[in-house]
């Protein structure tokens, strides 16, 4: 009767709002020439294999619930797993805070290596989010100033951390139970195709090798970045009219940003931008991460 069971299970058309396993499988049993107890056995062998751990959170991840819709500025729809972050507990971090911070950095002071990684890997990672919002002449603009020396200066009024936790969603036992489970083929099948332990929790890329931990936030500040690069008035003029999206380094996702900005052409061709952020609005500036642990 197994392919019987299964032919049913998989047509669409037995799935109807607020069918469940069970149910489904009961209206089955009940058309299916099975008898009584064979039929009472498989709905025990589903009920039991739905309360093993593995098979909860799965359910959990799917559920709907632990789910949260967001409507864009431009009115798409998207959906993200909750988290323990609120919108309250960031506003109370942010008042909680003890102080404030003067930033002074000069990338001539940098050595090789983190210049080197700041200005190719962190430019690179924004560029497709820059690129929605401008030309391609204006991407050049940008990658001179990737290409020349910088500098970032001012004061941020407010900065902390905020515990930020995965939602219901997160099943942390099974997860714990696939690290400490490497080797081990009653967890990890070796014929398997969608990947092995080392694909999820080896460093440094595995896919769940890390996880966030804190959120970072900023409140109230005013912060200049002077690109060392040469400008003329055409190249300034062109930045004026196409930066809805930021200047390098720091872009935004859309033009309806939180901060201000503001464009100075120098006495020596070079540019700064200033960027400002009111006290009381809120930005996440990055993240704290751990490693994965069992």
Same mark, same amino acid.
């Given at each position: !009767?197994?392919?019987?069971?299964?032919?049913?299970?998989?047509?669409?058309?037995?799935?109807?709002?607020?069918?469940?396993?069970?149910?489904?499988?009961? @209206?089955?049993?009940?058309?299916?020439?099975?008898?009584?107890?064979?039929?009472?056995?498989?709905?025990?062998?589903?009920?039991?294999?739905? !309360? @093993?751990?593995?098979?909860?959170?799965?359910?959990?991840?799917?559920?709907?619930?632990?789910?949260?819709?967001?409507?864009?500025?431009?009115?798409?729809?998207?959906?993200?797993?909750?988290?323990?972050?609120?919108?309250?507990?960031?506003?109370? &971090?942010?008042?909680?805070?003890?102080?404030?911070?003067?930033?002074?950095?000069?990338?001539?002071? !940098?050595?090789?290596?983190?210049?080197?990684?700041?200005?190719? /890997?962190?430019?690179?990672?924004?560029?497709?989010?820059?690129? +929605?919002? &401008?030309?391609?002449?204006?991407?050049?603009?940008?990658?001179?100033? =990737?290409?020349? /020396?910088?500098?970032?200066? +001012?004061?941020?009024?407010?900065?902390?951390?905020?515990?930020?936790?995965? +939602?219901?969603?997160?099943?942390? #036992?099974? =997860?714990?139970? &696939?690290?400490? +489970?490497?080797?081990?083929?009653?967890?990890?099948?070796?014929?398997?195709?969608?990947?092995?332990?080392?694909?999820?929790?080896?460093?440094?890329?595995? @896919?769940?090798?890390?996880?966030?931990?804190?959120?970072?936030?900023?409140?109230?500040?005013?912060?200049?970045?002077?690109?060392?690069?040469?400008?003329?008035? #055409?190249?300034?003029?062109?930045?004026?009219?196409?930066?809805?999206?930021?200047?390098?380094?720091?872009?935004?996702?859309?033009?309806?940003?939180?901060?201000?900005? #503001?464009?100075?052409?120098?006495?020596?061709?070079?540019?700064?931008?200033?960027?400002?952020?009111?006290?009381?609005?809120?930005?996440?500036?990055?993240?704290? =991460?751990?490693?994965?642990?069992?």
């Amino acid at each position: !009767m197994y392919t019987s069971w299964i032919t049913f299970k998989t047509t669409p058309a037995n799935w109807t709002a607020g069918s469940t396993l069970t149910s489904v499988y009961t @209206a089955w049993s009940n058309t299916a020439p099975i008898d009584p107890g064979r039929a009472a056995r498989g709905a025990a062998a589903i009920q039991a294999a739905q !309360m @093993a751990p593995l098979n909860q959170a799965y359910a959990a991840y799917a559920l709907p619930a632990n789910q949260q819709t967001f409507t864009g500025t431009d009115g798409t729809q998207f959906t993200l797993y909750r988290y323990s972050a609120t919108n309250q507990a960031a506003v109370s &971090a942010i008042n909680g805070s003890s102080g404030g911070a003067t930033i002074n950095f000069d990338s001539s002071s !940098m050595d090789t290596s983190t210049n080197s990684t700041f200005v190719e /890997g962190a430019a690179s990672g924004f560029y497709d989010i820059f690129s +929605g919002g &401008a030309s391609g002449s204006f991407d050049q603009l940008n990658s001179k100033a =990737v290409g020349s /020396g910088f500098s970032i200066k +001012g004061t941020i009024g407010q900065y902390t951390s905020l515990a930020s936790g995965p +939602g219901a969603w997160y099943t942390s #036992s099974e =997860v714990s139970r &696939a690290f400490d +489970g490497n080797g081990n083929a009653n967890i990890w099948d070796p014929q398997a195709s969608s990947g092995n332990w080392s694909s999820f929790f080896a460093q440094p890329n595995g @896919a769940l090798a890390r996880f966030v931990s804190e959120l970072v936030l900023v409140s109230n500040y005013t912060i200049t970045v002077t690109s060392k690069a040469t400008y003329s008035q #055409s190249d300034y003029q062109q930045i004026k009219a196409a930066a809805n999206f930021g200047i390098w380094p720091f872009f935004s996702a859309s033009a309806s940003a939180t901060h201000t900005t #503001s464009e100075t052409l120098n006495s020596d061709s070079t540019l700064s931008v200033t960027y400002t952020l009111p006290q009381g609005a809120i930005q996440i500036w990055g993240v704290n =991460v751990q490693q994965q642990s069992g």
